[in-house]
């Protein structure tokens, strides 16, 4: 939820599922936040600070006025130009490489953690995804909005890292630029799980315009095994 942090500043306060916050998972929730705090990336949201007390585990991130939800904006206009939908591609990438840089990875890109400003800027949301919490869920949830963006790693709830973030962005790109899924859309996890096996539809491109290599791209990035995307 939003709210009103120190001099007036913005914040975005993110409350975490209580089933998310059992003994095991705290821990790796704390060490995530220490590396996150201060880390400033600039279209990242950064993290500013976290509570938990002894229940409910809370984030605060510094956000800017005026950002939606890629999800919401694609909804909200007719029409995106593949010029604009290239360079929100490319900051994206970029913001995931920063994240590396800095020793963390993203874990959750979907068209719900990528937000768009008024100035069609790219701000990356929700980065304190812990492995752990993500092999939680794996264990405890039949659904899943962002479901058919976890890689096959994440799904299996085995060790995730960069390449799961290379892997989401991959199922972006094939969505913005092909207008469909690579798999059957579903939010139901099992079924989602059960694609790690099966090749994904052929990459059908929305406009002639678009590099005739981007299909390369995109197979290499959703590649099943994680040794595989780069």
Same mark, same amino acid.
């Given at each position: 939820?939003?709210?009103?942090?120190?001099?007036?500043?913005?914040?975005?306060?993110?409350?975490?599922?209580?089933?998310?916050?059992? &003994?095991? *998972?705290?821990?790796?929730?704390? @060490?995530?936040?220490?590396? /996150?705090?201060?880390? #400033?990336?600039?279209? %990242?949201?950064?993290?500013?600070?976290?509570?938990?007390?002894?229940?409910?585990?809370?984030?605060?991130?510094?956000?800017?006025?005026?950002?939606?939800?890629?999800?919401?904006?694609?909804?909200?206009?007719?029409?995106?130009?593949? &010029?604009? *939908?290239?360079?929100?591609?490319? @900051?994206?990438?970029?913001? /995931?490489?920063?994240? #590396?840089?800095?020793? %963390?990875?993203?874990?959750?890109?979907?068209?719900?953690?990528?937000?768009?400003?008024?100035?069609?800027?790219?701000?990356?949301?929700?980065?304190?995804?812990?492995?752990?919490?993500?092999?939680?869920?794996?264990?405890?949830?039949?659904?899943?909005?962002?479901?058919?963006?976890?890689?096959?790693?994440?799904?299996?709830?085995?060790?995730?890292?960069?390449?799961?973030?290379?892997?989401?962005?991959?199922?972006?790109?094939?969505?913005?630029?092909?207008?469909?899924?690579?798999?059957?859309?579903?939010?139901?996890?099992?079924?989602?799980?059960?694609?790690?096996?099966?090749?994904?539809?052929?990459?059908?491109?929305?406009?002639?315009?678009?590099?005739?290599?981007?299909?390369?791209?995109?197979?290499?990035?959703?590649?099943?095994?994680?040794?595989?995307?780069?």
């Amino acid at each position: 939820f939003a709210a009103t942090g120190v001099n007036d500043t913005p914040v975005l306060i993110t409350q975490y599922d209580p089933r998310f916050t059992q &003994s095991p *998972l705290i821990q790796p929730l704390i @060490e995530r936040c220490e590396r /996150l705090i201060n880390v #400033q990336i600039p279209q %990242v949201s950064r993290l500013i600070d976290y509570h938990f007390d002894g229940t409910s585990f809370f984030s605060i991130y510094a956000v800017t006025g005026g950002i939606t939800p890629l999800l919401q904006r694609l909804k909200q206009t007719a029409h995106v130009d593949i &010029s604009q *939908l290239l360079r929100w591609c490319t @900051e994206i990438l970029k913001s /995931l490489d920063q994240l #590396q840089r800095h020793g %963390v990875y993203h874990g959750n890109i979907s068209l719900h953690s990528v937000h768009i400003d008024e100035a069609n800027r790219v701000t990356l949301m929700h980065t304190l995804i812990h492995e752990a919490v993500i092999t939680h869920t794996m264990n405890s949830v039949e659904k899943l909005d962002c479901a058919l963006f976890l890689s096959p790693e994440q799904l299996q709830g085995t060790a995730s890292g960069f390449q799961s973030d290379i892997y989401g962005f991959g199922i972006l790109i094939y969505l913005l630029f092909s207008n469909s899924w690579p798999y059957e859309f579903t939010t139901e996890v099992a079924r989602v799980q059960s694609f790690s096996t099966m090749p994904p539809r052929p990459f059908s491109p929305i406009n002639a315009q678009l590099p005739p290599y981007l299909d390369q791209i995109i197979a290499i990035a959703i590649a099943k095994h994680p040794s595989e995307r780069f």
